[in-house]
């Protein structure tokens, strides 16, 4: 699975949009872009994935860029319960059920009142 | 509907013991997958369990081992713990065909002294 570089940290205002950057220049052609977050004390929790086209959720929505080297979790109005360590996993795959998910050490996001 | 339970949440043992940790996976949910989370790091794949059998296996040794039953449920067995298995042990559950949407558990803390 190819490698993902996030920021360590990250600050956003409550209320405003979090944007998420996230690095992944050698992502192959059958690699899904996946996000999820892990409040702490709590289990990860799946928030969005993608391929090459952008997602939208309720919960967030999801920029890759054309080369498909980055992309950028979009937290439209973010609140204080979004205060939480976000991971961004490349992997093989959507379907199936045979790969797993390879989890760095993600972006710690600290929403301020 | 209840999602991912996992017993039991927090166990004390000792150096050289053995420990069986549960899980149930999300109605509707087939594949089992488990982690392994020390602190400050992110979740780190132990294997996957699908049609009862181990399908996939991350950088961990023998000590750990597993089990799948038809229910879908899973067992999870350290034998010969040592100081370092000490960590919060997470699993997680997909449903058949989307095997990266993994949804999660609260996680068992267990403590090696």
């Known amino acids: 699975d190819a490698k993902t570089t996030q920021p360590p940290s990250m600050d956003c205002a409550e209320g405003r949009a979090a944007n998420l950057p996230c690095n992944h220049s050698?992502?192959?052609?059958?690699?899904?872009v996946y996000w999820y977050r892990q409040i702490h004390s709590q289990g990860p929790q799946y928030i969005i994935h993608?391929?090459?086209n952008n997602e939208t959720n309720e919960m967030a929505s999801l920029i890759i860029t054309e080369d498909r080297k980055s992309s950028t979790l979009i937290l439209p109005h973010a609140t204080l319960r979004d205060t939480a360590v976000y991971y961004c996993i490349v992997s093989r795959g959507s379907g199936g059920s045979n790969y797993k998910l390879t989890f760095g050490k993600g972006t710690l996001l600290t929403v301020n009142p | 509907d209840a999602g991912v339970t996992q017993s039991p949440t927090h166990l004390i043992k000792t150096r050289g013991q053995q420990v069986t940790l549960r899980c149930s996976p999300k109605s509707g949910h087939d594949t089992v997958s488990w982690y392994q989370q020390a602190l400050g790091q992110g979740p780190q794949f132990i294997f996957q369990?699908?049609?009862?059998?181990?399908?996939q296996r991350g950088n961990f040794p023998d000590r750990f081992s597993g089990h799948q039953f038809p229910n879908y449920s899973s067992e999870l067995n350290v034998n010969a713990l040592l100081l370092g298995d000490s960590a919060l042990y997470l699993c997680?559950?997909?449903?058949?065909?989307?095997?990266?949407?993994?949804?999660f558990g609260e996680g068992s803390r267990l403590t090696v002294l």
């Open positions: 997680a559950s997909s449903p058949r065909g989307r095997a990266g949407e993994l949804f």
């Open positions: 050698t992502i192959s052609g059958n690699e899904y």
């Open positions: 993608g391929l090459k």
């Open positions: 369990y699908y049609e009862e059998e181990e399908r």
